[in-house]
Nanobody, 122 residues
Framework: VQLQASGGGLVQAGGSLRLSCAASTHKFNLYSIGWFRQAPGKEREFVATISWRGGYTNYADSVKGRFTISRDNAQNTVYLQMNGLKSDDSAVYYC????????????????WGQGTQVTVSS
């Protein structure tokens, strides 16, 4: 499975961005997808995850109520809508895939995209 994350950029605090994660597999609906982020000097951290059919989602406390994860299995794409962005949200954002249940740990994911940079200016 190959994943391509896109949609990052520079935005002012309080603004919005929508990230996309496109997958190159015809079995996309078998994979749970997670979004993670990594800021300079920090470990990669969980942001959000969505189950294979989209019926289950889970968020880090730091983004709950501001970010929304969704998926379109017909388009092999998962989205991360980010609203109310803060400077602390600045990081490289990665999407990852695993077969089975949605998980919050980086160790549970088998496939990773290349990352997309999000920079929030205050």
């Amino acid at each position: 499975v190959q994943l391509q994350a896109s949609g990052g950029g520079l935005v002012q605090a309080g603004g919005s961005l929508r990230l996309s994660c496109a997958a190159s597999t015809h079995k996309f609906n078998l994979y749970s997808i997670g979004w993670f982020r990594q800021a300079p000097g920090k470990e990669r951290e969980f942001v959000a995850t969505i189950s294979w059919r989209g019926g289950y989602t889970n968020y880090a406390d730091s983004v709950k109520g501001r970010f929304t994860i969704s998926r379109d299995n017909a388009q092999n794409t998962v989205y991360l809508q980010m609203n109310g962005l803060k400077s602390d949200d600045s990081a490289v954002y990665y999407c990852a895939a695993r077969q089975g249940l949605s998980m919050r740990s980086t160790n549970d994911y088998d496939y990773w995209g290349q990352g997309t940079q999000v920079t929030v200016s205050s």
